[in-house]
């Protein structure tokens, strides 16, 4: 009997012995543990809305000519560079970064562009190609910088009559600090703007660098109310076939040239924006070279894309801009990038 206690309380004793050996550190463990991961929740939590608050203090500008909201200055020019097309152009370089590009004939059935750049300005632009009056007067009316690589005499002479300031890359053709030639092809398809010698040359010139366009107008509402359409084919001519299919995931128009993407050679991005606003104008063959004068004063038809919509308006030159109405009111684009097709009468415009 006192054999069985004594080994009785010999288990009792070891099992107490045991468990204070591992409880006497196990409880002070786990109440740190607990109180680490309390105390790492709450910092979370607190940078979690920390970050929300700067954020939401951060976004105190929009970006004019996209709508969209940003915590830096938007109070610089644009600038607007004329961007050649031809097939021995493409890819071309920072077209996925404009806010605003105008596609128009320039001579024969091959178009051109007028990119407009504020939100964002890449490196290098281009291929750069040479002025047209009606691509000078778009981007008049933006107040840009209006940069270009060479021009007729008479229509040098209008650019420089017309008060607006321009940089002319047949001035500073491959300096190394504002224009370069790409040594992979040939002229005229091979001279690019660096745009980090903009500012010293549009300050030589004398030009302020301050003074941001005035807004579009854009609107976050989902009230387009247009008809639905998953692609939209624009034919000016047999050489040149433009093609905007619209992506669902990305809510954005994705853009194709003669049946190829249209990619950018800067970032290898394809091009995709979130308007196609298509302008359907008067064009005019005025001399022996094919040149062209363009209606951008009288208004007409147009057609505006936006949602994977598309909608029967009109266009008017409001202070030197073309803009959609309805019904005699004015329409707002969407916020983010815009391609604008200026077309003639007899170009082909066909959806699915």
């Known amino acids: 009997m006192r054999k069985l206690t004594f080994f009785s309380l010999l ?66 020019r644009a600038l607007s560079v004329m961007v050649n097309n031809h097939p021995k152009a493409r890819p071309q370089s920072g077209l996925s970064q404009a806010d605003i590009v105008y596609e128009i004939l320039a001579e024969g059935q091959i178009t051109r562009f007028l990119a407009l750049f504020h939100s964002e300005i890449p490196d290098t632009i281009g291929p750069v190609r040479s002025a047209r009056p009606y691509y000078f007067k778009i981007a008049d009316g933006f107040d840009a910088l209006y940069t270009y690589h060479g021009a007729s005499m008479a229509i040098n002479q209008q650019v420089a009559s017309s008060g607006i300031d321009y940089l002319d890359g047949a001035m500073y053709d491959n300096n190394g600090w504002l224009f370069e030639r790409s040594s992979d092809r040939s002229a005229p398809h091979n001279s690019y703007l660096l745009t980090e010698g903009v500012e010293q040359a549009a300050a030589t010139k004398g030009y302020d ?52 993407p249209t990619i950018d050679r800067l970032n290898e991005e394809r091009v995709a924006v979130d308007n196609v606003w298509i302008i359907e104008t008067g064009h005019q063959i005025i001399d022996g070279a094919g040149r062209r004068a363009i209606d951008l004063t009288s208004g007409g038809n147009g057609n505006l894309l936006q949602k994977g919509q598309m909608k029967e308006v009109e266009w008017k030159n409001v202070d030197g801009r073309l803009l959609p109405y309805k019904d005699g009111s004015p329409l707002a684009f969407t916020p983010g990038k815009t391609w604008v097709n200026i077309i003639p009468g007899n170009a082909a415009v066909e959806t699915e």
């Open 11 to 76: 288990i009792v004793l070891l099992l107490t012995a045991c468990n204070e050996e591992a409880g006497a550190v196990q409880p002070e463990d786990t109440k740190e543990k607990e109180t680490a991961v309390e105390e790492q929740i709450e910092t979370e939590e607190n940078v979690t809305v920390d970050e929300k608050e700067e954020n939401e203090q951060a976004y105190t500008e929009t970006f004019p000519l996209t709508g969209e909201p940003t915590a830096d200055k938007a109070d610089h």
């Open 209 to 260: 660098a301050e003074g941001a366009p005035e807004a579009l107008p854009f609107t976050e509402k989902d009230s387009f109310d247009g008809t639905q359409v998953d692609d939209v084919q624009i034919t000016y001519g047999s050489r040149t076939n433009v093609r905007f299919t619209y992506d669902s995931e990305r809510e954005q128009f994705l853009r194709s040239s003669d049946g190829e």
